[in-house]
Protein backbone atom coordinates (compact mmCIF):
# COMPACT_ATOMS: atom_id res chain seq x y z
CA UNK A 1 0.00 0.00 0.00
CA UNK A 2 1.51 3.37 -0.85
CA UNK A 3 2.11 5.85 1.58
CA UNK A 4 0.01 8.78 2.43
CA UNK A 5 2.54 11.36 1.93
CA UNK A 6 3.66 9.99 -1.75
CA UNK A 7 -0.25 9.99 -2.35
CA UNK A 8 -1.03 13.94 -1.81
CA UNK A 9 2.24 14.58 -4.07
CA UNK A 10 1.00 12.47 -6.56
CA UNK A 11 -2.35 14.33 -6.51
CA UNK A 12 -1.16 17.74 -6.78
CA UNK A 13 0.46 17.21 -10.22
CA UNK A 14 -2.61 17.51 -12.09
CA UNK A 15 -3.07 20.99 -10.47
CA UNK A 16 0.08 21.83 -11.05
CA UNK A 17 -0.08 20.79 -14.88
CA UNK A 18 -3.13 22.93 -15.67
CA UNK A 19 -1.29 25.66 -14.22
CA UNK A 20 1.16 25.77 -16.00
CA UNK A 21 -0.59 25.63 -19.36
CA UNK A 22 -2.25 28.28 -18.28
CA UNK A 23 0.09 30.71 -17.69
CA UNK A 24 2.02 29.75 -21.14
CA UNK A 25 -1.22 30.65 -22.64
CA UNK A 26 -1.54 33.92 -20.80
CA UNK A 27 2.31 34.01 -21.86
CA UNK A 28 1.56 33.65 -25.55
CA UNK A 29 -1.53 36.30 -25.15
CA UNK A 30 1.11 39.24 -24.07
CA UNK A 31 1.60 40.68 -27.43
CA UNK A 32 -1.94 40.67 -28.13
CA UNK A 33 -2.85 43.95 -30.38
CA UNK A 34 -5.26 46.19 -28.81
CA UNK A 35 -6.19 48.82 -31.35
CA UNK A 36 -9.46 47.75 -32.46
CA UNK A 37 -10.31 50.75 -34.89
CA UNK A 38 -9.28 50.44 -38.68
CA UNK A 39 -6.95 53.42 -38.09
CA UNK A 40 -2.99 52.33 -38.53
CA UNK A 41 -1.55 53.17 -35.13
CA UNK A 42 2.32 54.08 -37.31
CA UNK A 43 1.86 57.01 -39.20
CA UNK A 44 4.63 59.03 -41.42
CA UNK A 45 6.55 62.04 -39.29
CA UNK A 46 7.73 64.86 -41.31
CA UNK A 47 11.45 65.90 -40.49
CA UNK A 48 12.68 69.38 -41.30
CA UNK A 49 16.48 70.17 -41.60
CA UNK A 50 17.24 73.33 -42.44
CA UNK A 51 20.28 74.51 -44.55
CA UNK A 52 22.34 77.92 -44.63
CA UNK A 53 24.84 79.99 -46.61
CA UNK A 54 25.81 83.52 -45.80
CA UNK A 55 26.50 85.58 -48.32
CA UNK A 56 28.20 89.36 -49.17
CA UNK A 57 25.46 91.50 -50.59
CA UNK A 58 25.78 95.22 -52.10
CA UNK A 59 23.20 97.50 -53.19
CA UNK A 60 22.57 95.87 -56.59
CA UNK A 61 22.01 92.21 -54.61
CA UNK A 62 24.86 90.06 -54.86
CA UNK A 63 27.75 90.46 -56.48
CA UNK A 64 28.99 88.07 -59.69
CA UNK A 65 30.84 86.51 -57.53
CA UNK A 66 28.65 85.13 -55.01
CA UNK A 67 25.77 84.34 -57.71
CA UNK A 68 28.07 81.76 -58.70
CA UNK A 69 28.97 80.93 -55.31
CA UNK A 70 25.16 80.66 -54.38
CA UNK A 71 24.70 78.86 -57.97
CA UNK A 72 27.48 76.19 -56.84
CA UNK A 73 25.55 75.57 -53.30
CA UNK A 74 22.08 75.35 -54.54
CA UNK A 75 24.03 72.39 -57.32
CA UNK A 76 25.83 70.62 -54.79
CA UNK A 77 22.49 70.77 -52.97
CA UNK A 78 20.84 69.05 -55.70
CA UNK A 79 17.63 71.15 -55.31
CA UNK A 80 14.25 69.43 -56.35
CA UNK A 81 10.50 69.98 -55.78
CA UNK A 82 9.51 70.39 -52.18
CA UNK A 83 12.87 72.34 -51.28
CA UNK A 84 11.80 75.68 -49.73
CA UNK A 85 14.20 78.95 -50.62
CA UNK A 86 14.25 81.79 -48.24
CA UNK A 87 16.40 84.59 -47.26
CA UNK A 88 17.20 86.07 -43.92
CA UNK A 89 18.12 89.50 -44.63
CA UNK A 90 17.80 92.61 -41.86
CA UNK A 91 17.94 95.34 -44.58
CA UNK A 92 14.91 93.71 -46.42
CA UNK A 93 17.04 94.22 -50.02
CA UNK A 94 14.05 93.85 -52.64
CA UNK A 95 17.55 93.57 -55.79
CA UNK A 96 18.66 90.39 -53.30
CA UNK A 97 15.37 88.81 -53.19
CA UNK A 98 15.34 89.37 -56.88
CA UNK A 99 18.63 87.95 -57.70
CA UNK A 100 17.79 84.60 -55.37
CA UNK A 101 15.23 84.17 -57.14
CA UNK A 102 16.64 84.23 -60.89
CA UNK A 103 19.21 81.61 -59.63
CA UNK A 104 16.37 79.48 -57.55
CA UNK A 105 13.87 79.84 -60.82
CA UNK A 106 16.76 77.67 -62.97
CA UNK A 107 15.45 74.85 -60.59
CA UNK A 108 12.31 75.43 -60.51
CA UNK A 109 11.45 76.84 -57.65
CA UNK A 110 10.51 79.91 -55.92
CA UNK A 111 11.60 81.80 -53.03
CA UNK A 112 9.21 81.78 -49.35
CA UNK A 113 8.36 85.04 -48.18
CA UNK A 114 9.47 84.24 -44.43
CA UNK A 115 12.89 82.84 -43.38
CA UNK A 116 12.96 80.26 -40.44
CA UNK A 117 14.84 81.07 -37.17
CA UNK A 118 18.27 79.96 -37.36
CA UNK A 119 21.61 80.07 -35.12
CA UNK A 120 24.48 81.98 -35.35
CA UNK A 121 24.64 85.85 -36.45
CA UNK A 122 24.90 87.72 -39.14
CA UNK A 123 27.70 90.38 -39.94
CA UNK A 124 26.93 93.87 -41.11
CA UNK A 125 26.24 93.63 -44.75
CA UNK A 126 25.47 89.94 -45.00
CA UNK A 127 22.29 87.97 -45.45
CA UNK A 128 21.44 84.55 -45.12
CA UNK A 129 19.49 81.83 -47.64
CA UNK A 130 18.05 78.81 -45.78
CA UNK A 131 16.99 76.22 -47.48
CA UNK A 132 14.50 73.84 -45.81
CA UNK A 133 14.20 70.27 -46.54
CA UNK A 134 11.97 67.70 -45.07
CA UNK A 135 11.67 64.28 -44.76
CA UNK A 136 8.74 61.36 -44.25
CA UNK A 137 9.30 58.49 -42.48
CA UNK A 138 7.25 55.76 -40.62
CA UNK A 139 8.91 55.01 -37.57
CA UNK A 140 8.59 51.85 -36.11
CA UNK A 141 7.42 50.20 -39.41
CA UNK A 142 7.77 47.02 -40.03
CA UNK A 143 6.16 45.74 -36.51
CA UNK A 144 5.96 42.23 -36.03
CA UNK A 145 5.61 42.57 -32.36
CA UNK A 146 2.49 40.46 -32.34
CA UNK A 147 3.91 37.04 -32.13
CA UNK A 148 0.06 34.82 -31.42
CA UNK A 149 -2.09 33.85 -33.89
CA UNK A 150 -4.83 34.35 -31.20
CA UNK A 151 -7.22 37.78 -31.56
CA UNK A 152 -9.32 37.72 -28.83
CA UNK A 153 -9.76 41.55 -28.84
CA UNK A 154 -10.98 41.73 -32.54
CA UNK A 155 -7.74 44.46 -32.88
CA UNK A 156 -5.19 44.77 -36.06
CA UNK A 157 -2.10 43.88 -36.07
CA UNK A 158 0.91 46.52 -35.17
CA UNK A 159 2.18 46.31 -38.64
CA UNK A 160 -1.12 47.30 -39.82
CA UNK A 161 -0.98 50.11 -42.52
CA UNK A 162 3.41 50.12 -42.39
CA UNK A 163 3.33 48.83 -46.11
CA UNK A 164 0.95 51.94 -47.37
CA UNK A 165 2.40 54.47 -44.71
CA UNK A 166 6.09 53.87 -45.55
CA UNK A 167 5.54 53.74 -49.42
CA UNK A 168 3.68 56.66 -49.50
CA UNK A 169 6.16 58.43 -47.33
CA UNK A 170 8.90 57.22 -49.62
CA UNK A 171 7.07 58.27 -53.28
CA UNK A 172 5.62 61.85 -52.01
CA UNK A 173 7.37 64.45 -53.73
CA UNK A 174 6.61 67.20 -51.04
CA UNK A 175 6.67 65.66 -47.63
CA UNK A 176 4.56 69.17 -46.12
CA UNK A 177 1.51 67.58 -48.52
CA UNK A 178 1.37 65.30 -45.76
CA UNK A 179 0.25 67.85 -43.21
CA UNK A 180 -1.83 70.31 -45.33
CA UNK A 181 -2.52 70.11 -49.33
CA UNK A 182 -0.98 72.72 -51.33
CA UNK A 183 -3.47 76.04 -51.04
CA UNK A 184 -4.99 77.79 -54.33
CA UNK A 185 -5.59 81.20 -55.28
CA UNK A 186 -9.19 80.65 -56.00
CA UNK A 187 -8.64 81.82 -59.29
CA UNK A 188 -8.92 79.62 -62.67
CA UNK A 189 -5.69 80.31 -64.71
CA UNK A 190 -7.19 80.10 -68.19
CA UNK A 191 -3.24 79.62 -69.61
CA UNK A 192 -2.83 76.78 -67.24
CA UNK A 193 -6.14 75.44 -67.03
CA UNK A 194 -6.29 75.18 -71.50
CA UNK A 195 -2.74 73.90 -71.69
CA UNK A 196 -3.29 70.41 -71.92
CA UNK A 197 -6.15 70.71 -74.41
CA UNK A 198 -4.34 72.86 -76.79
CA UNK A 199 -1.57 70.80 -76.88
CA UNK A 200 -4.53 67.99 -78.13
CA UNK A 201 -6.00 70.25 -80.28
CA UNK A 202 -2.23 71.75 -82.10
CA UNK A 203 -0.65 67.76 -82.24
CA UNK A 204 -1.00 66.55 -85.80
CA UNK A 205 -2.03 63.30 -85.52
CA UNK A 206 0.23 59.62 -85.92
CA UNK A 207 -1.09 59.16 -89.15
CA UNK A 208 -1.50 62.89 -90.97
CA UNK A 209 1.95 61.68 -92.91
CA UNK A 210 0.49 59.18 -94.75
CA UNK A 211 2.08 55.55 -94.81
CA UNK A 212 5.51 55.00 -96.03
CA UNK A 213 6.69 53.88 -99.30
CA UNK A 214 7.26 50.18 -99.50
CA UNK A 215 9.54 48.66 -102.51
CA UNK A 216 8.02 44.99 -103.47
CA UNK A 217 10.69 44.44 -105.81
CA UNK A 218 12.84 40.78 -104.65
CA UNK A 219 16.17 40.29 -104.80
Not at 41 to 54: A, G
Not at 93 to 102: H, R
Not at 183 to 201: L, M, P
Given at each position: ???????????????IA?AL??????A??G??????S?Y??K???I?RT?F??D????R??????E??????WF?????A?????S????T????LK?A????A?R??LL??AT??T???FL??G?AR??I?RS?A?V?G???W???S???Y????SPN????T????AA??A??????????G??????AS?T???????D???S??G??????????
Amino acid sequence: MMPKATHSKLAKLPAIAIALSLGTMLAGCGGMPTDRSLYSTKQPVIERTNFTLDVQTNRSGLPISEQQRVDGWFDTMELAYGDRISIDDPTNNPALKTAVSDLAGRYGLLVSATAPTTAGFLNPGQARIVITRSNASVPGCPDWSATSDMNYNNATSPNYGCATNSNLAAMIADPLDLLEGKKGSGESVVASGTKAIDTFRDTAPSGAGGLPAASTGGN
